[in-house]
Structures are given as C-alpha cells and as structure tokens.
C-alpha cells in the first residue's frame, strides 16, 4: 500500500465534485478506514487509519490491519452485506472492526473496512464493572451487618423485656402451684368423708351418721364443694396466661425474612406486643385502646411487632412518673396506620432531624443503643412505608406508622418512609 495509493480512494472516472467531496470525507474523517478492492489487489487507507496503524502496529504498513481480520469476515460480509467483531492485540490495544460488503453497487471485490480503537472505553468498562462488584460486595456486606444489627437489637429488648416476661409468667405459675397445692387438701379431706361414709352405708347406727355429720362440719365440706371449681377454673387461667405469654414471645422471636409477606391482624400484633412489653409499662402507664377497622395488612408481622416494642418502650420511658398511653389504629386510601402516643417529656426539636440515625441516643448511658428507632425506620421503609411524628417538649410524642394495605409488586415505588420521631 503506497503513499498515492493511500490517499486515493479507487475511481473509474474522472474526479468530479461530487467525487471530489468524497474523497475529502474519506481523507478528514476521524475513523479509521480501509477501502479494499480484491479483486484488483488494491488497499486505500485514509491518514486515520495510517496513524492506527502506526500506534497499534509499530512498523508495520496499514495493510497489515487486514491481517487481523478473521478467514470468515471476508465471506461472512460477502455473504451478508456486513461483519462486525473485536480484536485484541497483544500490545493490547482493542479493536472494534466494521466490514461491509459493495455488491449493492456491483463491487463484488469490493470492501470497506471501519476501525474504530476501543482500547479507552473497554478499560472504562472494565474499571466500571470492577466498581459495580466491589459496590455488589459491600452491598452483601452491608445487608449482612444490617441482618446482624436487627438480630443484635432483637436480642438487646429481649434481654430488657426477659425480666418481666419471667415476671408475668411467675405470677400464674405461683397461683397455680398455690391452687394444686389446696386442690391435694381439699382431695384429701374428701377422701376421707368418702371413706366414713363407707363406713355408715354399712350399719344403721344413728352413732356413726351422727360422727359423719360432725365430719362433714370439721372438714367443711360444703364450702370446699363450692370453692374447687373455682379453683380450678383459675388454675385454668393461669395456664393460659403462660401459654399465651410463651406464644407472644414465640411470635416475637421468630425471624422468618425469607418468607413472603402475608396478610396480617395488625390488632392481633398489637395486643400480642402489649402482652410482651406490660411489665414495663403497668406500673406507671394507663394505656388506652381506640382501634378502628383494619383490613388484614400484607407484612412480616413479626418485624412490624419490633417496631412496635420499640415505640412502646419509648413511649413508657417518655413518662417519669404517671402518665397514658393512647393507641389508636385506622385505615385509609389503601393504607393501615398505627398511631402510639404519650403524655411524656417530648422531644426538642434539635434531637428530631437525628433520632433515626443509627447509634444516636439521648438516653442515659445503658437505657438505649441508638439502634431501636433506626431498625424501625429499616423495617418500615422496607414494607414500603414511613413513619410520622409529631413532638412538644413538656407535652408528648406521637408516632404513627402508616403501611401499604397490599405491598406494590416488582417495579413498584421503593422506600418512601419519612423521618420522624424519638430517640434511642
């Protein structure tokens, strides 16, 4: 490929000015191009291909940016119009070529050949997709340490709920174990007024029915006949209670995030957390019940029960001495909302814009880990809800949590929790 030959693009008639602008486009272009006519044995590079050549193949004529081509360019462009692919080059520059074929102009030899240098934008790509794995991998590094939090905290307000858990299920064993304790007694003494009247069924004599009656008296009969279904209904109570203690806490504790979202009672979580937190707040706390109607509401229940243990606690920690703690529940425009409100210190208004951040607290050091409140903003926002609240120093809080009563499918809108309230 000479010199005239590289600046000639191959013409069968004289130049003309249609002739003459191609042949300029052809030279000023800034892609790289190879006109080849086989038939002739003829190769036209303009100066880009050249330069190509020269920064690619140092030495080495532009004709030999031919011998990259594989066999089956040539057919495959003759047979299709077109080829396209990529070559590396073991200096390892990256070619993108283009070959397309002249038989719509009766050419069959003839051939134009696009080579575009990609060396740039391939490291570009492969920095962007080492990127977006390092950023894949923090990501699974990140969910995991988030699972962990969520379990950590989990395990933290079981560990400052354990006490009164034990203590509520102490209370109904105690009186169980009272009751069975009178029940063997009262077992006792009817054994033996069963055994004298045994006795008596065997003889007439007026003697022994007489010592049967005063029996009857001493043992008091009569009153343990009315009092053991009594007791025993309450012995019955109390087990429940317990059951229904170890089931809260049952439901509390389970994990279950690989399952799906199902559709669940709100009111039932509700009261199953308020089994759960009641040691904590019974003793200086008035809770107050305003439940609306509630659909069934598509979540992780026992997530949402964490948020809601949380946002007690909070509230009966906002109350020092006496105070009320309202529950009002609701549904509307495709939403269920759960409001939770005290008559405790408030916020100030500097701690708002912070409370959900994670490790933050205004607590006093070992009544809060700063993550109560953050988990709760994650759980929330990962239902596809948000979190409102409304403070006055001196006055309360309230939180109110509002879900999506069915969850947006795939391609629906993402987090759009607000941020809102008190701090751990």
Same mark, same amino acid.
């Given at each position: 490929m000479n010199s005239s030959q /590289? !600046?000639?693009?191959? &013409?069968?008639?004289?130049?003309?000015?249609?002739?003459? =602008? +191609?042949h300029w486009a052809f030279r000023t272009t800034e892609n790289a191009v190879v006109l080849v006519d086989r038939a002739r044995g003829q190769a036209h590079a303009n100066p880009s291909a050249e330069a190509l050549a020269t920064r690619a193949l140092p030495g080495q004529a532009p004709s030999t940016l031919l011998d990259l081509?594989?066999?089956?360019?040539?057919?495959?462009?003759? #047979?299709?119009? =077109?080829?396209?692919?990529?070559?590396?080059?073991?200096?390892?520059?990256?070619?993108?070529?283009?070959? =397309?074929?002249?038989?719509d102009e009766g050419e069959d030899g003839l051939f134009l050949l696009i080579f575009d240098d990609v060396t740039a934008r391939k490291a570009r790509q492969r920095e962007l997709q080492q990127r977006h794995d390092e950023l894949e991998a923090a990501h699974r590094r990140l969910?995991?340490?988030?699972?962990?939090?969520? !379990? $950590?905290?989990?395990?933290? $307000?079981?560990?400052l709920l354990a006490a009164g858990v034990a203590?509520? +299920?102490?209370?109904?064993?105690?009186?169980?174990? $009272?009751?069975?304790?009178?029940?063997?007694?009262?077992?006792?003494?009817?054994? &033996?007024?069963?055994?004298?009247?045994d006795a008596a069924l065997q003889g007439a004599d007026p003697g022994v029915r007489e010592a049967i009656r005063l029996q009857?008296?001493?043992?008091?009969?009569?009153? +343990?006949?009315?009092?053991?279904?009594?007791?025993?209904?309450?012995? =019955?109570?109390?087990?429940?209670?317990?059951?229904?203690?170890? !089931?809260?806490l049952k439901e509390f504790s389970y994990v279950g995030r690989g399952d799906a979202m199902r559709p669940s009672d709100l009111h039932k979580g509700l009261e199953s957390t308020l089994n759960i937190v009641w040691n904590d707040l019974k003793y200086k706390c008035r809770v107050e019940k305003h439940y609306g109607e509630l659909p069934p509401v598509e979540c992780h229940l026992s997530e949402i029960n964490q948020v809601l243990v949380n946002l007690l606690i909070n509230a009966? !920690? #906002? +109350?020092?001495?006496?105070?009320?703690?309202?529950?009002? /529940?609701?549904?509307?425009?495709?939403?269920?909302?759960? &409001?939770i409100a005290d008559n405790g210190c408030g916020i100030a208004p500097d701690v708002l814009p912070r409370i959900f951040d994670p490790f933050y607290t205004s607590k006093p050091i070992g009544r809060g880990t700063g993550l109560g409140l953050a988990i709760a903003y994650s759980i929330v926002s990962k239902h596809h809800g948000r979190i409102e609240v409304q403070s006055e120093q001196g006055v309360g809080t309230t939180f109110r949590v509002v879900l999506p009563v069915v969850q947006p499918r795939?391609?629906?809108?993402?987090?759009?929790?607000?941020?809102?309230?008190?701090?751990?």
């Open positions: /590289t !600046q000639q693009p191959p &013409s069968r008639h004289d130049p003309d000015p249609c002739s003459r =602008r +191609i081509l594989p066999g089956e360019a040539w057919e495959q462009a003759r #047979a299709q119009g =077109r080829w396209a692919g990529e070559v590396t080059m073991s200096s390892g520059v990256v070619l993108e070529i283009v070959v =397309r074929h002249g038989r969910a995991g340490a988030q699972e962990q939090l969520l !379990q $950590s905290e989990k395990m933290a $307000s079981i560990g203590h509520e +299920i102490n209370n109904p064993i105690g009186y169980v174990h $009272s009751n069975l304790g009178t029940l063997q007694e009262y077992v006792a003494a009817l054994f &033996s007024l069963i055994e004298q009247q009857r008296e001493r043992l008091d009969i009569d009153f +343990i006949l009315g009092d053991l279904p009594k007791l025993l209904d309450e012995s =019955r109570e109390g087990i429940e209670r317990v059951t229904k203690i170890v !089931q809260d009966g !920690q #906002a +109350i020092e001495n006496r105070g009320t703690i309202t529950i009002a /529940t609701g549904a509307e425009d495709g939403e269920a909302w759960i &409001s795939q391609g629906g809108d993402g987090d759009d929790g607000s941020r809102g309230d008190e701090a751990q």
